[in-house]
């Protein structure tokens, strides 16, 4: 873009083939115009689209427990941003629509995770979660808070508990409305030092653990 007080231009306003000539802050400002792509979208490019609005899709309904999962490694962004950025990039490497566990992190930190996570039904609509503490030997981990995650991998709904169970259960049951519909739902979680605070610490949080998919069949 180049400026001028008198010239060739002043006086004169408009268009002259692909230059455009304006007046801004007093001065003559000539611009040319953006050339006009003459096809739509690469192959690569729509898949690039489709991958970042279905990752948004899935981190937007699970908001509020990536927000706490990613706030402590987040630098010059906010949490939600970073989780963008690392599941954008997961999702491209591993990622498939109906299988969240390949791709899905709803955290990332240095703590201690979870030993031998497992997850099953136990009825009424309850989700149970089981760990091992045997190798933790360090009894400042036991009092985390454990933040869980269910998701339907067709509907996107979401059930969370946030630092509802501790680590030194060993378990720890989430309820889900019963439905006459069968799905498939991902379990996920990590564990918590304490509530995040604007002093950045990633060894308050656990990597995200995927703990594994249920069948939820028709009630």
Not at 47 to 70: E, T
Not at 73 to 91: C, D, I, K
Request: aromatic share 8%; net charge positive.
């Amino acid at each position: 873009m180049a400026k001028n007080n008198m010239g060739l231009f002043d006086g004169f306003s408009g268009k002259i083939g692909n230059l455009v000539v304006y007046r801004m802050n007093g001065k003559t400002v000539v611009r040319t115009m953006p050339a006009k792509r003459k096809q739509g979208a690469t192959a690569g490019e729509q898949r690039n689209r489709n991958a970042f609005r279905f990752v948004m899709k899935v981190l937007q309904h699970a908001k509020s427990v990536v927000k706490i999962g990613f706030a402590q490694v987040a630098q010059n962004r906010t949490a939600f941003q970073e989780a963008m950025s690392v599941n954008l990039h997961s999702y491209k490497l591993n990622g498939h629509e109906q299988t969240m566990g390949m791709w899905l992190k709803i955290s990332n930190g240095t703590r201690l995770g979870f030993n031998n996570l497992a997850v099953k039904h136990v009825g009424n609509g309850n989700v149970k979660l089981n760990w091992s503490n045997e190798l933790v030997d360090d009894n400042t981990f036991l009092n985390d808070g454990v933040v869980v995650l269910i998701i339907d991998n067709k509907s996107l709904e979401t059930w969370q508990s946030v630092a509802e169970c501790r680590r030194s259960q060993g378990e720890c049951v989430v309820t889900i409305p019963q439905t006459n519909q069968p799905r498939m739902l991902s379990v996920f979680a990590y564990a918590i030092h304490s509530i995040p605070t604007n002093r950045k610490n990633p060894s308050h949080i656990s990597a995200s653990q995927w703990a594994g998919d249920l069948k939820s069949l028709a009630e």
